[in-house]
């Protein structure tokens, strides 16, 4: 069964570091999404992404962070200045279809970042 | 502000009775609702969807149901097991206003072998 993949698994670094995120959605999915989840908390939405720009962002999605699909295959999100409160874990999702088609999302298994 | 919502933060079963997990929202305009389990290190996994204009719609050993009149959604899983075992999060949309999902805090069940 097709899996979308997430790279690295855990991620630490330091107070003010960039740190990339890298998602490899499925191959004929045409959206794509980042989620954040900070420990114990609910999942939150982040971006979606369709034809190479952004659809959505929430509040979250400051100018602190920016997606890229630099290849076809690979799906980034960039912290440019990681803050304490980066600290969670981050999802990757993709679907075939978008608004208003079938919803289903394939999540990724997931990046923890710890920011010390 | 809206927000989706759940009633029980745990749940825990028998081997084999049926389970029901709740869940509230209170976004008039959602009419997209997604049912997610998420074990123990992994990201969500899609169980069931619905659309707003159904009020049941059943799955493999699950069904999830829509009352739309008190803003309410449940899922049910017929005969539990030990697999079930995990977080499970409803999820709401309003697929023609945006993509974004708006996730409920989650409900662990815990099934007893």
């Known amino acids: 069964e097709p899996e979308v993949t997430q790279t690295p698994s855990h991620q630490v670094t330091q107070m003010g570091q960039e740190v990339i995120l890298r998602c490899v959605p499925i191959?004929?999915?045409?959206?794509f999404y980042w989620y954040r989840q900070i420990l114990g908390q609910k999942v939150e939405f982040l971006v979606s992404?369709?034809?190479?720009?952004?659809?959505?962002k929430s509040e979250i999605f400051d100018d602190q962070f920016s997606v890229e699909r630099p290849d076809g295959s690979n799906f980034t999100l960039k912290i440019r200045s990681t803050k304490l409160e980066d600290s969670a874990m981050y999802f990757c999702?993709?679907?075939?279809?978008?608004?208003?088609?079938?919803?289903?999302?394939?999540f990724g298994p997931g990046t923890r970042l710890t920011v010390t | 502000g809206e927000s989706v919502g759940l009633h029980l933060p745990t749940l825990s079963v028998q081997e084999g009775d049926n389970s029901i997990i709740n869940c509230a929202y209170s976004?008039?305009?959602?009419?997209?609702f997604i049912w997610y389990k998420q074990e123990s290190g992994k990201g969500p996994q899609f169980i069931i969807d619905?659309?707003?204009?159904?009020d049941k719609r059943q799955g493999q050993r699950v069904t999830v149901l829509l009352n739309k009149t008190v803003k309410h959604l449940s899922l049910q899983i017929a005969a539990t097991q030990p697999g079930d075992s995990a977080v499970y999060f409803c999820?709401?949309?309003?697929?023609?206003?945006?993509?974004?999902?708006?996730f409920g805090a989650g409900t662990r069940l815990t099934v007893k072998p």
């Open positions: 999702a993709s679907t075939a279809s978008g608004r208003g088609g079938s919803y289903e999302q394939y």
């Open positions: 976004n008039s305009a959602s009419d997209y």
């Open positions: 191959s004929n999915h045409l959206y």
């Open positions: 619905i659309r707003s204009n159904m």
């Open positions: 992404f369709y034809n190479n720009e952004i659809s959505e």
């Open positions: 999820a709401e949309n309003a697929l023609y206003n945006n993509n974004d999902m708006r």
